[in-house]
C-alpha cells in the first residue's frame, strides 16, 4: 500500500476494479486545508485519460504487473497475435499498442507481453532494434563542419534522423524509446 503522495510516474493502482496507470502526479500544500494530491491516470484497458484529486494520506494498492518472453507472430484485423515459450498464443488489441511501438513490431520479433491477472494488456520492445534504412537523401560533399544529420526512412510510418554518411541500404541500430540513432552495423 502506498499513500497519494508516495506515488509516482509508472505505478499501476486500482480504483472502481480498474488498473490505472499514473501519468503525472501534482503535489499542493496550501495553508489551512489538508495536502492534496492530483494525480494523471492512463486506464490500462482502455487506454483512455483521467484526472483525480486525493488527500495526500488516501492509501492504494499497487499492482505489479508481470512480463512474458514471446514472440510477435501475426496480425488478425486489428488483433495482434504473440506465442510464448510453451507455444500459447496471446491476443492484443491494436488499440491498447502504443503507435509508436508498431513502427518497429515486426513478425517474429522477440517482446515482453505485460500481463495483469494473467490477461495480455500491452507489450515492450527491446531497447534497441535493427533496421534497414529503406530512403534517404544523399550526402552533400564538404558539409562535415557540425554533427550534421538527415532524415531516413526506416519503415512506412517512421523516419529518424541519421548522419550524413549513412545510405539506403545500411543497417542501424535504433533505441525504441527515443526514436535515435545509435550507430551503424557492418556486416
Known amino acids: ?39 494523471k491516470f492512463k486506464n490500462l484497458f482502455t487506454n483512455s485519460a483521467s484526472e483525480f484529486v486525493f488527500k495526500a494520506d488516501e492509501k492504494f494498492e499497487v499492482i505489479n504487473l ?23 498464443q496471446h491476443e492484443i488489441l491494436s488499440n491498447n499498442i502504443d503507435s509508436n511501438t508498431l513502427n518497429y513490431l515486426q513478425e517474429g520479433m522477440h517482446v515482453d507481453l505485460v500481463l495483469y491477472n494473467e490477461f495480455p494488456i500491452s507489450i515492450q520492445l527491446p531497447n534497441t532494434v535493427i533496421r534497414e534504412i529503406i530512403y534517404t537523401e544523399p550526402a552533400i560533399r564538404g558539409d562535415t563542419s557540425n554533427k550534421v544529420l538527415k532524415s531516413a526512412k526506416i519503415s512506412e510510418n517512421l523516419e529518424i534522423n541519421v548522419p550524413l554518411f549513412c545510405e539506403i541500404g545500411d543497417k542501424i541500430e535504433v533505441d525504441t524509446r527515443t526514436n535515435e540513432y545509435k550507430n551503424r552495423i557492418s556486416d
Not at 499513500?3 to 495553508?31: C, D, M
Not at 514471446?70 to 497475435?81: A, F, K, N, R, T
Request: net charge positive.
Open 66 to 88: 508481470e512480463y512474458k518472453k514471446c514472440i510477435y507472430s501475426y496480425l488478425s484485423g486489428s488483433i495482434y497475435v504473440f506465442m510464448d515459450e510453451e507455444y500459447n
Open 1 to 39: 500500500m502506498k499513500t497519494a503522495q508516495e506515488l509516482r510516474f509508472g505505478n499501476i493502482i486500482l480504483i472502481n476494479k480498474e488498473p490505472l496507470v499514473v501519468q503525472r502526479t501534482e503535489y499542493n500544500k496550501s495553508g489551512r486545508n489538508s495536502a492534496v494530491v492530483k494525480l
